[in-house]
């Protein structure tokens, strides 16, 4: 039984780790996205340095260096910026996403 449980106390904290990098990511570049017509580009340009730091925290070196691409071009070009956002998203859908496993039981 004490396998089974530090099997899925593994399981259960590869989980946490993936919601606290590349799900709360993920968040924060939608509100961004979708808010953006209120937020002046330097508050983007902060939000999105974050986001990078929190893709490459989860070792998503490629999301994150776009993010980081896209945060410098908030302050420049909107339309290269969104360009890089967008890409930056669909590497992040790339990622491979912890799946839930069957439920054990665990005494």
């Not at 902060?46 to 776009?66: F, H, Q, R, T």
Request: aromatic share 4%; proline share 3%.
């Amino acid at each position: 039984m004490e396998i089974s449980r530090k099997k899925l106390r593994e399981e259960v904290l590869e989980r946490i780790k993936y919601v606290q990098g590349c799900v709360l990511a993920r968040e924060i570049c939608l509100l961004v996205r979708t808010n953006r017509a209120v937020l002046e580009p330097k508050d983007v340009h902060e939000i999105c340095l974050y986001i990078s730091k929190l893709c490459s925290d989860s070792g998503c070196v490629d999301a994150s260096e776009i993010c980081r691409k896209a945060a410098e071009e908030a302050l420049k070009d909107e339309a290269k910026y969104l360009e890089l956002c967008a890409q930056s998203c669909a590497k992040c859908g790339e990622s491979r996403t912890p799946q839930p496993k069957k439920s054990m039981y665990v005494s």
